[in-house]
């Protein structure tokens, strides 16, 4: 099956007893036994859940994948990945990464005695000098947020391998429609369900997607044991926002690409952040291992003034200033305050992050509208 069809059938099965073709909401916390230990394959919601399992199994089809779990948030995913780990371990990752993964990391679980290394990835050969016996984990997302690096994934996983360590690639900026990290050899995939996959900023979700069998009950045990599962409601709402998931990424990569290239002749722009631009650091790998350059784009204005950068997001009309990102509708942020604002500035300037930096979410509205915004919120 292709991509578009399996993002509307895969794992989806019309209701045995109705016939309805859209997936039940299972509004149920238990499950009726004929006997004891005789059942239909359910038992507690926590466990399973008809409406999850049809999203989990559409997941990993999607991902190329043969197990999909869902989380509560895509932090909860984070978490439950870094409960693979023990004291002493240690977790190598990109220095440029979602801001509350960042504190996941250090705040929540260095307490725990698991340290962490933050490199810039795109040079894999930045990993060779923190890579030991204690490294358990790669921990790899790209496009990196917000300033759009791209990692090979397919060479960090080789290196990784060669050395028995887990990958985890963060698929949340790119999803299954631009890249299948399990394809470039990556063990694990997480996503923040919240973003493009919903894509319609109304649910908050997380998801793990693996091939290995003993990984995928190790995990399937972490989500029942610690609880962190979505509702039956949600589940419902992604396998319906899903169904456009390619509709929708198409629209996506095509307005950020104008926008990009709009940005990248304005007089007041300093630098633009797009992996689709051939003088963008990596293009050679995005245009590899990328099926699009996806809906971000980053932007700093000349000058690097943080006033202007603020007066611009203040001015947009159709641009909505708010945190998330890969809903329909176009998004503005500012990292440095929002997303970011739990990286200390000293180590956000060291990964290359300014102040100024604005982020745009681009959504599929008609392009004319949205280039407009554009143009109005820059003029003076
Ligand atoms: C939003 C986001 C997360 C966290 O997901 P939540 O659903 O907000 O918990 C993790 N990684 C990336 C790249 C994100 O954008």
Known sequence: MKFGTKAIHAGIT??????????????????VQVSPG?????????THNPTRTALQ?????????????????GMGATDT?????????????????????????????????????????????????????KTKMIWIETPTNPLLNIIDIKAICKLAKSKNILTVVDNTFATPY????????????????????????????GAIIVNDKKLHDQLAFLQNACGNVPGPQDCFLVLRGIKTLHLRMKAHIENAARVAEYLLTHPKIDKVYYPGIPTHKNHAIAKE?????????????KGDDLKDSIRVLEKFKLFSL?????????????????????????????AGLKDS?????????DIEDIIADLEQALEN
């Open 81 to 133: 990945l870094l409960k693979l780990l023990k004291p002493g371990d240690e977790v190598i990752s990109t220095n440029d990464l979602y801001g509350g993964t960042y504190r996941i990391f250090t705040k929540v679980y260095e307490g725990f005695g698991i340290k962490f290394h933050f490199v810039a990835m795109d040079e894999v050969k930045n990993l060779e000098s923190v890579i030991s016996d």
């Open 14 to 31: 019309p209701d045995p007893t109705t016939g309805a073709i859209m997936t039940p909401i299972y509004q149920t916390s238990t499950y």
């Open 322 to 350: 708010a945190e998330s990102l890969g809903g329909v509708e176009s998004l503005c942020g500012h990292p440095a305050s929002m997303t970011h604002a739990s990286i200390p500035k000293a180590e956000r300037e060291k």
């Open 178 to 205: 631009i890249q299948t990290p399990l394809d470039l050899g990556a063990d694990i995939v997480a996503h923040s369900v919240t973003k493009y996959l919903s894509g319609h900023s109304d649910v908050v979700m």
């Open 289 to 301: 291992q990328m099926k699009g350059f996806g809906g971000m784009v980053s932007f700093t204005m």
């Open 357 to 365: 930096l604005v982020r745009l979410s681009v959504g599929v509205e």
């Open 57 to 73: 199994n559409n997941l990993a089809a999607l991902e190329n994948g043969l197990y999909g779990l869902c989380f509560a948030s």
């Open 38 to 46: 005789d059942h239909k394959g359910y038992e507690y919601s926590r």
